[in-house]
Nanobody, 120 residues
Framework: QAQLVESGGGLVQAGGSLRLSCAAS????????MGWYRQAPRKQRELVATITSGGSITNSDSVKGRFSISVDNAKKTVYLQMNGLKPEDPAVYYC??????????????WGQGTQVTVAS
């Protein structure tokens, strides 16, 4: 079992920056990948960025050059540095982790979500 706890959302002016954090805790064998998705009102949840345990990063085209993902493996924490926030970025941002359980098997976990609002 794992839990993901996010922090760092809030209100920012267009062009500003925010940093999201997500810490994983619980009992499991390993974290295979962590990342961020977002969901705006009346839209489907979409990928923002993910990073694997090997350091491979996938970014959405809409955030390339503006957002960067990083991970502190010792702290089991993933970060999303968001710069140059635009009016199309507001959404609930969800932390994601794919985890190998103590007795095997891969499981997907989600955080509770953190709201990001951009004032134009």
């Amino acid at each position: 079992q794992a839990q993901l706890v996010e922090s760092g959302g809030g209100l920012v002016q267009a062009g500003g920056s925010l940093r999201l954090s997500c810490a994983a805790s619980g009992t499991f064998f390993s974290i295979n990948a962590m990342g961020w998705y977002r969901q705006a009102p009346r839209k489907q949840r979409e990928l923002v960025a993910t990073i694997t345990s090997g350091g491979s990063i996938t970014n959405s085209d809409s955030v390339k050059g503006r957002f960067s993902i990083s991970v502190d493996n010792a702290k089991k924490t993933v970060y999303l540095q968001m710069n140059g926030l635009k009016p199309e970025d507001p959404a609930v941002y969800y932390c994601y982790a794919q985890i190998t359980g103590t007795y095997g098997g891969r499981f997907d976990y989600w955080g509770q979500g953190t709201q990001v609002t951009v004032a134009s």
